[in-house]
């Protein structure tokens, strides 16, 4: 009796089911920010007033924009603070977000984990190369691909971030700073973003002068069964 499981097609067949299973598991993995966050004294919701505005004017008046801004005028609501015209808001909100062009990644299995980058300390694309602390030390990541382990694997990786400033309309004091940074293997900014402004509002303000490790739950993912 022939055993149809040897056959090369079924093979085929096995090894792309479970390179998709891979890739699921990949997405699937929690969404792991670094904020940190600085503030004087921000009023209680009460009487108070903003407007999510642009703090690079490129940005300004375009869709992409304010579909990130919504989000983040969503979370100042879910506080207790009423939108309003910037003219008429006792707090302007300035939201920017960006991410890197990436860098490629080579390394071998052999040498074990492959700590690619720090964001607390290297080369920013925004502020340029500075050292950036955090209580919990840098962190770093690998890439390993047990499916294919020649020996030597190659990635890119992406540096994404969200900065929020708040500042007292009436005067222009600052009264709340923020930054959330990732390292990601993807550059979609409609899967970063999102994410980032979550973690920027957990725990919301936050200790001032502290960065502290948000982890986000995985975004939901339909599997398709491969046959």
Known sequence: MENNWLKPGRLLKMGAAGLLLLAVAACAAPFKADVSRFQSQLPA?????????????????GLEFAEYAHLVEGQMEKLGYQQAQPQDATMIVRFDYGVDNGRDRI??????????????????????YRPYYSRYGAWNYGW????????VESYTVYTSDIELRIDRAVDGERLFEGRAEA????????YLVPNLVEAMFTDFPGRSGETVR????????????VK
């Open 144 to 151: 390993y691909d047990p499916w294919f382990d020649s020996g």
């Open 107 to 128: 390394r071998s299995s052999s040498m074990g984990r492959d700590p690619f980058y720090s964001p607390w300390y290297g080369y920013h694309p925004y502020w340029g």
């Open 183 to 190: 390292v990601s293997t993807s550059n979609r900014l409609q």
């Open 214 to 225: 948000i982890t986000i739950a995985p975004e939901k993912t339909t599997v398709k069964q």
């Open 45 to 61: 919701p009460q009487g108070q007033t903003f407007a999510v505005v642009a703090e690079d004017p490129a940005l300004a008046g």
